[in-house]
């Protein structure tokens, strides 16, 4: 990407330019259909028919309806939507009684962690829990929802065997499973071409829901199901209509974005640079205690920044000050997580192995300086042997204390050398 003064950064974080910032094919796609026809979806066009062909090739072949929208997030457009996003809620009205959160599948900071012998099958038994307080409250379950690869709960990749367990709980309750691969879909993981897929080749969900990366940018989005879905949909006598959802231009530009994976093998790419990625982040963790753990698969990594390996405490105010660095050294990257802790690799997929180096390079060259900076100021806050008062200025009067100018000397030659989180606050000078 390009500042307004031609400064060239490295985008880890813009999964919504799926194949690449103004890519010159879907560019022309959107341009040339622009210049023969849109309109909305009232009138036919082969477009919505090519693209929901297309879409199905690439899923279980129970997903064979397409319902095409003009966007596609769970950003809180309407409040139904807030009702069911616990980041939203959770700052607003709380929670409605008609939502049922379940544990995030995490295994490095949740209730069942990477020691546990079957995660999998415990986070499970969680949501069958939270099933059955439902259930004993005289409630039904409609649906659950989840990220095939959570993001914003902080790159969680859910134990294998996960999904196909919960899904079995909630059909069980008369409730539909749905995936969200609006960030992580598109051949984003590598060894499949939807996140979903990782849980195993015969687990299929009731819905997937799909958007961001769809369009490398273009408002699209698209919402996939199986036959019995639509037509229990259809049974209530609801119409479903979008004015733009389906018009022949996003229709173009998303069977543009589909031909680009396919002829650069971006899917192929997306496995071979992650692996990559990850090979030298943990390199890093070897290296730096502030990492305490590195997971992902494919070009979706987080890495997860802790103050103390035994309490795994979240590092937050380190992850906002390496972000800022990395920005200075025209890198953008992101924190997520609870916490705002965990750094997020989420780039375009045509993100290079050469990009890979240059970026662990750069934050191996801050964790290093930020190492050494700290060790400087804990050598420049040992008492001062002399038994001298040293006196400094603070606010227009004069203070004998001992030590305190050489302290302070001391933390600003740890700035000079390449820190300026160090720099003490005024009325907040250590006395020792």
Known sequence: ?????????????????????????????????????????????????????????????????????????????????????????????????????????????GLYREDHPNPAKAYASEVKRVVCSAQEQGRQ????????????????????????????????????????EIQVGFGRVGKHFWAFQLQGEDFVPDIVTMGKSIGNGHPVACVATTQAVARAFEATGVEYFNTFGGNPVSCAVGLAVLDVLEKEQLQAHAACVGSFLMELLRQQKAKHPIIGDIRGVGLFIGVDLIKDEATRMPATEEADYLISRLKENYILLSTDGPGRNVLKFKPPMCFSLDNVQHVVAKLDAILTGKHKAHRQLAMSL??????????????????????????????????????????PVPGELPKH
């Open 1 to 109: 990407m390009y500042d307004e003064q031609g400064a060239e950064y490295i985008d880890c974080i813009n999964n919504v330019a799926h194949v690449g910032h103004c890519h010159p094919l879907v560019v022309q796609a959107a341009h040339e259909q622009n210049q023969v026809l849109n309109t909305n979806s009232r009138y036919l066009h082969d477009n919505i028919v090519d693209f929901a062909q297309r879409l199905s090739e690439t899923l279980p072949e129970k997903l064979c309806v397409f319902y095409f929208l003009n966007s596609g997030a769970y950003h809180g457009h309407l409040s139904s939507l807030i009702d069911i996003s616990p980041y939203k809620f959770r700052d607003l009205d709380g929670q409605k009684e008609w939502v049922h959160v379940a544990p995030l599948p995490d295994t490095y900071r």
């Open 141 to 180: 379950i409609a649906a659950f929802f989840a990220e095939s690869l959570p993001s914003v709960g902080g790159q969680i990749i859910p134990p294998a065997g996960y999904f196909p367990e919960v899904a079995e709980h909630i059909r069980r309750a008369g409730g539909v499973f749905v995936a969200d």
């Open 382 to 423: 040992e008492p001062n042997l002399e038994p001298a008062a040293r006196t400094i200025q603070r606010g227009g009067g004069s203070t004998a204390e001992p030590g305190v100018l050489w302290t302070l000397q001391g933390a600003r030659r740890c700035s000079e050398e390449g820190s300026s989180l160090f720099l």
